[in-house]
T-cell receptor
Framework: DAGVIQSPRHEVTEMGQEVTLRCKPI?????LFWYRQTMMRGLELLIY????????DSGMPEDRFSAKMPNASFSTLKIQPSEPRDSAVYFC????????????FGDGTRLSIL | QQQVKQSPQSLIVQKGGISIINCAYE??????FPWYQQFPGKGPALLIA?????SEKKEGRFTISFNKSAKQFSLHIMDSQPGDSATYFC????????????FGKGTMLLVSP
């Protein structure tokens, strides 16, 4: 079975540029989550979707961050403009709907903003 | 406000020893407590999980102990192996219809040969 697929795996770009991270969830999963991982703050939930609808975006740090889920098999996280403090590993995870459903993580995108 | 506190930050255990990682929570609405294991360059993967209606759950060498009155739970890795070297995260979920998780900050475990 294919797991959660994220692209790109690594991204290096200059401050001010637009960055788009992509995620393909596991087929049949209804919920999709975007996380950011840093040494200082650990794993932070940025936003999650259920049935392609954003449910809670309170973790999105600033208006520079936006996320979309146009269909059940694709989501994007966009940062515009990017800043050096956005450097982190960004994970996408998916799960079936309902409480206590395990989340399945992709292998992440390591983002470096110079 | 950190809702799940995890300790220690790092841990070194000799091969064959017992690794113990502890977590404490504040939100009494939490009703599901998973542990995730993360290897370098990979995403976290579910290792084992427990609900508060049981005090212990064991899967192979991995055991969760849960103390509801103290609002604490811990992961025990018996007969620790070098292949167990990874970062471990505890997490908690409050029933809301969605499987959102609040994570601890992680414990880096190194099992020395």
């Amino acid at each position: 079975d294919a797991g959660v697929i994220q692209s790109p795996r690594h991204e290096v770009t200059e401050m001010g540029q637009e960055v788009t991270l992509r995620c393909k969830p596991i087929s049949g999963h209804d919920s999709l989550f975007w996380y950011r991982q840093t040494m200082m703050r650990g794993l932070e939930l940025l936003i999650y979707f259920n049935n392609n609808v954003p449910i809670d975006d309170s973790g999105m740090p600033e208006d520079r961050f936006s996320a979309k889920m146009p269909n059940a098999s694709f989501s994007t996280l966009k940062i515009q403009p990017s800043e050096p403090r956005d450097s982190a590993v960004y994970f996408c995870a998916s799960s079936k709907q309902g409480s206590n459903q395990p989340q399945h993580f992709g292998d992440g995108t390591r983002l470096s903003i110079l | 406000q950190q809702q799940v506190k995890q300790s220690p930050q790092s841990l070194i255990v000799q091969k064959g020893g017992i690794s113990i990682i502890n977590c404490a929570y504040e939100n009494t609405a939490f009703d599901y407590f998973p542990w995730y294991q993360q290897f370098p360059g990979k995403g976290p993967a579910l290792l084992i999980a427990i609900r508060p209606d049981v005090s212990e759950k064991k899967e192979g060498r991995f055991t969760i102990s849960f103390n509801k009155s103290a609002k604490q739970f811990s992961l025990h890795i018996m007969d620790s192996q070098p292949g167990d070297s990874a970062t471990y995260f505890c997490a908690a979920n409050a029933f809301s219809g969605y499987s959102t998780l609040t994570f601890g900050k992680g414990t880096m475990l190194l099992v020395s040969p």
